[in-house]
Nanobody, 125 residues
Framework: QVQLMESGGGSVQAGGSLRLSCAAS????????MAWFRQAPGKEREAVVS????????YYIDSVKGRFTVSQDSAVNTVYLQMNNLQPEDTAVYYC??????????????????WGQGTQVTVSS
């Protein structure tokens, strides 16, 4: 099973930036795709963005479009999430996820087999 390790979370004020990293033990994004999810306090986990082997990305939350950018470095099996102009509503635990074989990284949790431990992002107003 693919091992995933997120890093880069922290506490920032509104308008600040953070860059999350997700290091995978296998070349998952190069072969298939990966995704970022988040779970805010008291809410369901939701998909933020998927990135595919060819570099395409699908963002699932309208409020992050134009502020968040996903990227990959396939040489080191790492996916990044650059988050700019962070807002208090972005406060959540952020997870990266690797899909089940032959699944295509949609927004549903059941499509994913491996999850990282999560990294906390806290944005204060």
């Amino acid at each position: 099973q693919v091992q995933l390790m997120e890093s880069g979370g922290g506490s920032v004020q509104a308008g600040g930036s953070l860059r999350l990293s997700c290091a995978a033990s296998e070349a998952t994004v190069r072969k298939q795709c990966m995704a970022w999810f988040r779970q805010a306090p008291g809410k369901e986990r939701e998909a933020v963005v998927s990135i595919y082997a060819d570099g395409r990305a699908t963002y699932y939350i309208d409020s992050v479009k134009g502020r968040f950018t996903v990227s990959q470095d396939s040489a080191v099996n790492t996916v990044y999430l650059q988050m700019n102009n962070l807002q208090p509503e972005d406060t959540a635990v952020y997870y990266c996820a690797s899909p089940k074989p032959q699944w295509q990284c949609g927004p549903a949790e059941y499509e994913y087999k491996s999850w990282g431990q999560g990294t906390q992002v806290t944005v204060s107003s």
